[in-house]
T-cell receptor, first 114, second 118 residues
Framework: EAQVTQNPRYLITVTGKKLTVTCSQNMNHEYMSWYRQDPGLGLRQIYY???????DKGDVPEGYKVSRKEKRNFPLILESPSPNQTSLYFC?????????????FGEGSRLTVL | AQKVTQAQTEISVVEKEDVTLDCVYETRDTTYYLFWYKQPPSGELVFLIRRNSFDEQNEISGRYSWNFQKSTSSFNFTITASQVVDSAVYFC???????????????FGTGTLLAVQP
């Protein structure tokens, strides 16, 4: 089954404790990205990757890091989480560059930073 | 600047009523794509439709229909004979071919919460 898998789905952590949200897709997609969803703001792009070892900032990259060492994986790293990073996070992937490709979303990871 | 506006924050209807969710977009691009996603209470995002800027034909899929009007920069979504299972947050989104570059980035509206009462 074609899917984008995120882990963990739910996490409560404390300020400053490094954490990683993993994302893996089994569709051989070149493109992957991370979004965060906040009430009243919709979803905003954090980082994206066009292919292995190619990553770039989205609209709200502050406080986050990413890496793309393998095509299927695109982890989101919070080096020192803060309460304003409490949010619902989505990983997404697609086959090709440009907007014609439909984005496939993971099920979301709800993060709470105390 | 690119932007998607969903002015309706919340809508409440009674089952079997028709309901229209509004979406207005702004873009500098002549080639772009518009999307609707559904987010049920379980939280995942469910893709509903993609429409490119050169195709203004309205589309119907079962109880769902979409009205794309470039003249008013709108891409409205109508649910006919609504059901309780339609209760969800609905997002409209825009992706630009040129100014978005090859980023495949979606610009989302803030969403409309639809509550269908039995």
């Amino acid at each position: 089954e074609a899917q984008v898998t995120q882990n963990p789905r739910y996490l409560i952590t404390v300020t400053g404790k490094k954490l990683t949200v993993t994302c893996s897709q089994n569709m051989n997609h070149e493109y992957m990205s991370w979004y965060r969803q906040d009430p009243g703001l919709g979803l905003r792009q954090i980082y994206y990757s066009m292919n292995v070892e190619v990553t770039d900032k989205g609209d709200v990259p502050e406080g986050y890091k990413v890496s793309r060492k393998e095509k299927r994986n695109f982890p989101l790293i919070l080096e020192s989480p803060s309460p304003n990073q409490t949010s619902l996070y989505f990983c997404a992937s697609s086959f090709r560059e440009g907007p014609s490709g439909e984005l496939f979303f993971g099920e979301g990871s709800r993060l709470t930073v105390l | 600047a690119q932007k998607v506006t969903q002015a309706q924050t919340e809508i409440s209807v009674v089952e079997k009523e028709d309901v229209t969710l509004d979406c207005v977009y702004e873009t500098r691009d002549t080639t772009y794509y518009l999307f609707w996603y559904k987010q049920p209470p379980s939280g995942e995002l469910v893709f509903l439709i993609r429409r490119n800027s050169f195709d203004e034909q309205n589309e119907i899929s079962g109880r769902y229909s979409w009205n794309f009007q470039k003249s008013t920069s709108s891409f409205n979504f109508t649910i006919t004979a609504s059901q309780v299972v339609d209760s969800a947050v609905y997002f409209c989104a825009l992706s630009e071919a040129n100014y978005g570059g090859a980023t495949n980035k979606l610009i989302f509206g803030t969403g409309t919460l639809l509550a269908v009462q039995p």
